[in-house]
């Protein structure tokens, strides 16, 4: 399987005791899942390898998704520079895999035993490392041993004077890199990057900060102590004045100056949908007249880049499905898509162009799967490079044409396009306690080197309350957590959860008792993972891992997907019994519930339509129509129920006993809704949304809930020395 000289691959080298592809006089390295997967398309080339035998015989059966294996082949068509649509080494086919394309000959020349050198830190301290979209697996310490062992076999049948010749290399590399390596321990490290005193700016949560072109005002929107709405506030630098600009009940969540600095955009949310204004502003940092709204109803709104010309915005519209990033042309009002997906689900999020080029740099995230930065024309749309990048990116700046800076949640960093590396400024998190870090969410250039950073600095505990009195909720904290916990759900056993908890690429399940013992249940690497529900028995769970409904058995610790096709399943339940699963997916834009029969394997389309279905009664069903509406479905019956509910789209629905549980966050308030279906009664209970949902969950019996949140953020603006630009 693993290659004993070099091979020549079309216009590469395939150096194997490197795991390295030479081409003219780059050299490009392979991670060693990369390679394995080279070498094995290698020996079996002409044939298509499915995924299945690249999972069993590369990974040797070890638990990774399928879309591990695909990443992989993406980083190994990146080294090769090969086009998926026009592939020249790798071709790709539905159902049946990849099969390598051009033949592989040998080369007769000595093979290299002269490794890469980098002058660069491997070190998370001083360097990260992106890769090219999709990101692969580290290998093991005996892949990577067997591959040098494989290499060596070729120098045994060399005379002994090249053996030792070859010694005397490799002991002369040895040296070169343990003295590249001190040198790197004090040329290597990354740009000075100091945070000086923070601005003595009103306390809050702040979501959007921008500097005026001439850097001298500030304007932010902020939540003010006991205000639940975010109002924009006007700053000046040099005299500390702070002065706020909107009064009463505005949900502002993104501003930006204008290119003259004589104007405001902002986005407003405002009885349900986004307005886009244009307001105004005097160098006193007051408003002059009315705002103007340019953009009105819809449904989500994010950031605002004004064009240095002022003739242009580009900002993220879109709503549930998809969001995408679209050029506003102030003098006639048209809107022009930049970015676009022949998918739902895809959301085009964090952007930054860069004029000179007409490049834009973005962050896609499609539903399920892992995110990429892109690198697109905005000329034509065509999409220049594309790199894996998991982390949610909260922003984006062009440093250099081939530079761009980075602020996700693990780090600041500077990534180069053409080498694919990365410097950290600074690590986002600060571990001094593990309950108060801070996190960088936002970084503004100032001048001659100078930032200003906008930083959440605060308790980021995890709640669970009990039900309180109708119109309020109360309750108190259960569970405290230290790591990032994505959800947390009841179990059947009283005092009992189950926590979702995300760690790098791992995903782990862990069962955890209110007095804070624990107990692993499975951990699983490059998935993504969402808890449906618990058989009625008790003994398994019912999730979705990768978008596929799989069972969990509590008692052998075993996954065991569903007998169904597709990964692009939305929500999955139980019927009373347990014997039934109804599950939901989208398919061509259209939602479609399906019944699957536990003892059979065997599937039955139920409906088309509805984006929740729930077991109620026997043969009968509640759903959950896209515009919010509830129904009841009785065979071909379909009977709206008398709900009136205004938010949007409840995403998490509880059905127990004759009551209907849901619970929504808006830009105030996070809201628990109880609709009794016997005689219609609506109940809500309130809480401010400082607090913000994450998970909601009810007992078994109905009398508790529990709600997953972030505790509150205050945030504050640093002023930040580096000399990165």
Known sequence: MIPSSQLKLGDYILCPL?????????????????????????????????????????????????????????????????????????????????????????????????PSVSLQPRSLASQTEFTSMPGAEEASVATVSSAMAAGAKVSRSASLTRFKFASVTLLSVAVLVLVSSLLVAFIGKGPDWKMQTALPLIVGEK??????????????????????????????????ELRQLTTGDNQIMYVAYAA????????????????????????????????????????SMFKIWVHPDNESLLLNLGDAEQLNIQRLHLPTGSLTPLTSSVTAGVYDSTFAPEIDSQRLAFQRSPLGQSSSLIIQDMSNGRILQQFLHKER?????????????????????????????????????????ALTRGLTRMLVPLRDGQWLQFRHEGDVSRMIH??????????????????????????????????????????????????????????????????????????????????????????????????????????????????????TSRQNSEYQ??????????????????????????KSYLAVHPDS??????????????????????????????????????????????????????????????????????????SKWLLRHIGHFDTKVYQVLTDIR
Not at 33 to 44: D, I, M, N, R, T
Not at 81 to 104: F, V
Request: with cysteine; proline share 3%; aromatic share 12%.
């Open 18 to 114: 490197n795991q390295q592809l030479e081409y003219a006089e780059q050299r490009i390295p392979l991670e060693p899942k990369v390679y394995e997967v080279l070498c094995y398309l290698l020996a079996h080339q002409q044939r298509f390898v499915s995924l299945e035998e690249l999972h069993k015989e590369v990974w040797q059966g070890r638990v990774v998704s399928d879309t591990a294996v695909r990443r992989t082949i993406s980083k190994l068509r990146a080294a090769l520079n090969d086009q998926g649509d026009s592939p020249r080494y790798i071709q790709s086919a539905a159902k049946r895999g990849y099969r390598w394309l051009i033949p592989s000959e040998s080369v007769t020349q000595e093979v290299n035993f002269v």
């Open 207 to 240: 979501l959007s900060m921008a500097i005026s072109p001439d850097k001298r005002f500030l304007v932010f929107s902020s939540n003010a102590v006991n205000h639940h709405g975010q109002e924009l506030y006007w700053y000046n630098l040099a005299t500390q």
């Open 260 to 299: 003259d600095g004589k104007h405001l955009f902002y986005h407003n949310f405002y009885n349900g949908v986004y307005q886009l204004v244009q307001r105004p502003i005097s160098e006193q940092g007051q408003f002059t007249a009315e705002g103007k709204v340019l953009l009105d109803d819809y449904a």
């Open 393 to 433: 990116i909260f922003d984006l700046h062009w440093l250099t044409e081939q530079e761009l800076l980075i602020v996700d949640e693990e780090a600041i960093k500077t990534f180069n396009l053409q080498t694919r590396k990365s410097i950290l400024l600074q690590q986002n998190y600060q571990t001094g306690n």
């Open 466 to 583: 009990q039900q309180g009195e109708v119109g309020v909720l109360s309750g108190r904290s259960y569970i405290h957590t230290e790591v990032q916990t994505r959800a947390v759900f009841f179990s059947q056993v009283p005092q009992e959860f189950f926590l979702l908890n995300l760690e790098g690429d791992k995903r782990s399940l862990l069962s955890r008792q209110a007095n804070g013992e624990q107990q692993l249940l499975f951990e699983i690497q490059d998935s993504n993972v969402s808890f449906q529900q618990q058989h009625p028995n008790g003994e398994s769970l019912l999730l979705l891992l990768n978008g596929k409904p799989t069972l969990f058995d509590l008692k052998q610790h075993q996954l065991t997907p569903l007998n169904v096709v597709g990964n692009n399943w939305l929500s999955a339940r139980f019927s009373h019994d347990g014997q039934q699963i109804v599950m």
């Open 593 to 618: 519930s399906w019944l699957y029969h536990v003892d059979t394997g065997l599937s039955q389309l139920l409906y088309q339509g509805y984006q929740i279905v729930i077991p109620y009664q026997d």
């Open 629 to 702: 509406r509830f129904v009841l479905l009785e065979d071909e019956h379909v009977t709206e129920l008398p709900i009136n509910y205004s938010p949007p789209f409840p995403g998490s629905v509880h059905l127990r006993g004759t009551y209907l549980f849901w619970a929504e966050t808006d830009l105030k308030n996070t809201t628990v809704f109880r609709f009794n279906l016997e005689n219609a009664a609506l109940e809500q209970w309130q809480q401010d949304r400082r607090q913000m949902l994450q998970t909601f969950d009810v007992s078994a019996d109905g």
